[in-house]
């Protein structure tokens, strides 16, 4: 084991010097100075270990003399914490007592105060949406400030305060029966402000220049009603403007605007119409052709009745009316037997027939089919109706209302083409049979004459 050791020492020996030969090789130096290297070596590294040592030292006296400061400030601070706490529990005992003083100098003060603070929340919330607050604005700020004063528990309302109170209930009860006149800005149609003279009926509506306003809180601001009354309403308004003394007729809102803001919702009648959609707009396109044929075969047949009128005090048969040319039957066959001529008659009164009773069977078929269109048209107009319940629910009843409305549109449309191309069909019809029936009876004594003849 020794011999091993030795061996191993040894073979290490070589290796180094071998090393070192390698490194005189490669720098040659001699014994001497690498001697000195290596102590030089030695040194520096013992001085920058002597360093390391002294840094590390004075970390360590930072870190104690931090620990100790935070200590202290730790110190510090729950001192004061405890300070504070006996100071809050003191104030609020101190408070406590003078809540208790308060109520009891406050005595039967307390409960008026509370119905002041009452009045006032009412009072600026009526302010706010009263049509007096256009003419008179800023009124429901003090109520506001005087409710949010009397809430608090260190504030108490003046003599002055509770005066002005009663000064504002007592001017809104009295501006309420007054009309008054008053100029300011009013957005009119197209979104532009102009300054306009506005008439204020008490609470009830605001006008100007014939037209309804509506008030927005919000902003307090007057704007045209984007849909006014029909003219007998809106005339009122004008009489009411233009009349400076007097009693005059005005078509009043009682609740303040809120019925004729139901009516800006309202569709008018072209809307209605145009709620019928594609089925709608069929309905009528067929009632207008319907009218059309109508006014054509009324006038053709006013002047072919005129004309057959005219032929029945002449003798002599002329070509311009059915009755002439019929009766010119008799004068084309002078010689046939009876019997030829009701056939000759007949052929040309059936001649006749298609030229008076032209397109009134079509008049006929549009008075039937017109109820249906508008059958059609609701039915479709169910189904979106349904669809838009499975889609958004039954929580809104506007929603089904208005797709029913809607729907019945077209009912109302056929209805209203159907009903009076009856009547027409009627008195066309009429008229019609009327004319063939002169033409038939003047057949019928024609044929008469001759079997007279022949006889």
């Known amino acids: 084991m020794k011999l091993f050791t030795q061996m191993t020492k040894m073979a290490v020996l070589a290796a180094s010097i071998s090393f070192t030969c390698a490194s005189v090789a490669a720098e040659p130096m001699d014994l001497d100075s690498l001697l000195k290297n290596l102590e030089q070596g030695k040194s520096a590294q013992s001085v920058q270990n002597t360093q390391r040592e002294q840094q590390f030292t004075a970390r360590q006296n930072e870190q104690v003399k931090m620990l100790k400061d935070t200590q202290a400030k730790r110190s510090q601070m729950l001192s004061e914490s405890e300070r504070l706490e006996t100071q809050f529990e003191e104030n609020e005992i101190k408070l406590a007592n003078l809540t208790d003083t308060l109520s009891k100098r406050m005595g039967s003060l307390k409960e008026l105060f509370g ?35 009397m809430g608090s528990t260190s504030q108490l309302a003046s003599i002055e305060d509770i005066e002005k109170v009663w000064y504002e209930l007592q001017r809104e009860m009295t501006e309420q029966g007054k009309v008054s006149r008053f100029n300011t800005q009013v957005i009119i149609e197209g979104g532009n402000k102009a300054e306009q003279e506005v008439v204020r009926v008490g609470a009830f509506n605001l006008i100007s220049n014939g037209k309804y306003l509506e008030y927005s809180p919000s902003t307090n601001t ?5 849909r006014q009354p029909v003219s007998r309403y809106t005339s009122t308004a004008g009489d009411l403007q233009q009349a400076k003394n007097g009693i005059v007729q005005f078509a009043l809102d009682p609740t303040g605007g809120s019925i004729l803001g139901l009516l800006v919702q309202a569709p008018d009648t072209a809307e209605q119409v145009h709620q019928g959609g594609a089925v709608g707009y069929v309905i009528l396109g067929v009632g207008l052709l319907a009218l059309l044929i109508a006014i054509e075969r009324f006038v053709s047949l006013l002047l072919v009745g005129g004309k057959i009128r005219r032929q029945l005090k002449d003798t002599v048969a002329r070509d311009d009316n ?134």
């Open 222 to 226: 007057l704007s045209e009603l984007t």
């Open 115 to 149: 119905v002041l603070q009452q009045v006032a929340g009412d009072s600026s919330n009526k302010f706010a949406t009263s049509v007096v607050s256009a003419e008179i604005p800023g009124r429901s700020v003090f109520m506001d400030d005087l409710a949010q004063k």
């Open 322 to 455: 059915p009755l002439g040319r019929v009766m010119k039957v008799k004068d084309d066959y002078p010689n046939v037997a009876y019997d030829t001529l009701e056939l000759k008659l007949s052929e040309a009164i059936l001649r006749e027939m298609p030229k008076i009773t032209r397109n009134l069977t079509l008049i006929k078929i549009i008075s039937v089919v017109a109820p249906l269109l508008g059958l059609l048209g609701t039915v479709t107009g169910m189904i979106n109706t349904f669809q838009a319940i499975t889609l958004f629910g039954t929580g809104d009843p506007k929603l089904m209302a208005g797709g029913i409305s809607q729907a019945l549109v077209t009912t109302v449309l056929g209805l209203v083409v159907a009903i009076p191309t009856v009547f027409i069909y009627t008195i066309l019809n009429t008229r019609a049979k009327s004319l063939l029936l002169i033409l038939q009876e003047q057949s019928a004594g024609i044929i008469a004459k001759r079997s007279e003849k022949g006889a």
